[in-house]
């Protein structure tokens, strides 16, 4: 398949009937897909760190860091430039090729700006690839991050347009959109996706996806984040949400968005060996790796790496992703 033949006008109903096939049919359907388009045995490796932590004023309604929810989580400053070099060159040592940093802010001052841009700078020197998840940019800002040399930008739609002012009323759907959109017309790769399990209906997440994949081109990266339910935010104790939910929502992005990187992102820790071999069979093709998230546990280190070896998966290179897929700031290889 070309980038041409890569369809952006996927109805709501045609997306949930893929996602309402038999599973069997579905990952079916989405292994096809995701043969043609990657080597299945190789899984796209990224770290996070949190850069600033905690005292967000969003209300984001699964968020440890929201200034208005009570989760007793411990403000942190920006951390230093030293600080975040040293997880990188850690994260690259464990065999990861992207460093994924993150910041608790509705948006991020030029001055704030300026800061981040040099870690990215100092990252990307150690030879690994660079995101950061700020909040909101303007067009400028996305321009000086290129500048620097950025390879992703995170941010979320999170859920459908429909669901979302259930979620988070302090910024609109809106807003997240016109951020993707600078970060795209910077020539910035977009890494954007959502969480499940925040109590949406299967429409909810067949119009997230529909979301995603009707944007001019499809993100590079797509993290399929399950909520993990933090004490003091209003979405915890939300029902749990049925494990091949998660599963036919990774085979339908994987179909909807063939050449994208689809990301089994926060929720693995407590999730079972089995669950996640799903997820992959589904067509999931990127982890975090690491034992924390932003703030909260992920699955451990040496529990992924046994899961590899039990399932034959190897960690992708660098080389290797940038072959699979020239975006607009292909490296040479
Ligand atoms: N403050 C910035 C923003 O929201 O744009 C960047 C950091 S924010 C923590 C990045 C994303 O992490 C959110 O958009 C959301 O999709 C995801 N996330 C945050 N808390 C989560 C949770 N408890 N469970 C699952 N995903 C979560
Ligand atoms: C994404 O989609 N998931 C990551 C990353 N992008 C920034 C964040 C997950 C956060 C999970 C909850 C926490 O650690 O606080
Ligand atoms: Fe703030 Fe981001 Fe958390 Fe929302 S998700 S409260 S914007 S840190």
Not at 176 to 186: D, G, Q, S, W
Not at 265 to 280: I, P, T, V
Not at 288 to 312: K, P, Q, S, V
Request: aromatic fraction near 6%; hydrophobic fraction near 40%.
């Amino acid at each position: 398949m070309t980038s041409s033949e890569l369809r952006h006008d996927w109805s709501v109903e045609e997306i949930e009937g893929h996602l309402a096939a038999s599973l069997s049919d579905l990952v079916f359907r989405a292994q096809g897909v995701h043969r043609v388009h990657f080597d299945p045995n190789r899984v796209q490796v990224s770290t996070l760190l949190s850069i600033k932590t905690g005292g967000c004023p969003e209300d984001c309604g699964y968020c440890s860091q929201s200034a208005r929810h009570d989760t007793g989580l411990e403000r942190e400053r920006l951390l230093p430039l030293e600080e975040v070099v040293d997880a990188a060159r850690e994260a690259k040592r464990a065999g990861a090729t992207r460093f994924c940093m993150g910041a608790a802010w509705r948006n991020p001052t030029d001055t704030q700006l300026e800061r981040v841009v040099a870690m990215v700078e100092a990252v990307s020197g150690l030879g690994l690839e660079t995101c950061v998840t700020l909040g909101m940019l303007t067009r400028a800002q996305a321009e000086r991050l290129r500048a620097a040399g950025l390879d992703y930008y995170n941010h979320n739609l999170d859920t459908s347009p429909e669901f979302y002012g259930q979620v988070v009323t302090s910024r609109s759907y809106q807003d997240r959109l016109a951020t993707l959109e600078h970060v795209r017309e910077a020539g910035i790769r977009v890494c954007s996706g959502g969480i499940l399990g925040m109590g949406e209906s299967r429409r909810d997440r067949a119009s997230l996806l529909g979301q995603l994949a009707n944007l001019p081109e499809h993100p590079e990266s797509v993290p399929i984040n399950l909520l993990v339910q933090i004490e003091g935010t209003p979405l915890f104790g939300t029902a749990e949400l049925d494990p091949f939910e998660l599963v036919r929502t990774i085979a339908v992005a994987r179909i909807l968005m063939p050449r994208s990187y689809v990301r089994l992102s926060a929720g693995r820790h407590g999730m079972s060996d089995e669950f996640q071999a799903l997820c992959f069979l589904a067509g999931a093709n990127s982890i975090f790796y690491g034992e924390r998230l932003l703030t909260a546990d992920n699955a451990a280190t040496d529990a992924d790496r046994r899961l590899f070896d039990r399932l034959g998966l190897g960690f992708e290179t660098v080389e290797a992703e940038v072959r699979s897929q020239p975006g607009p700031c292909h490296k040479q290889p």
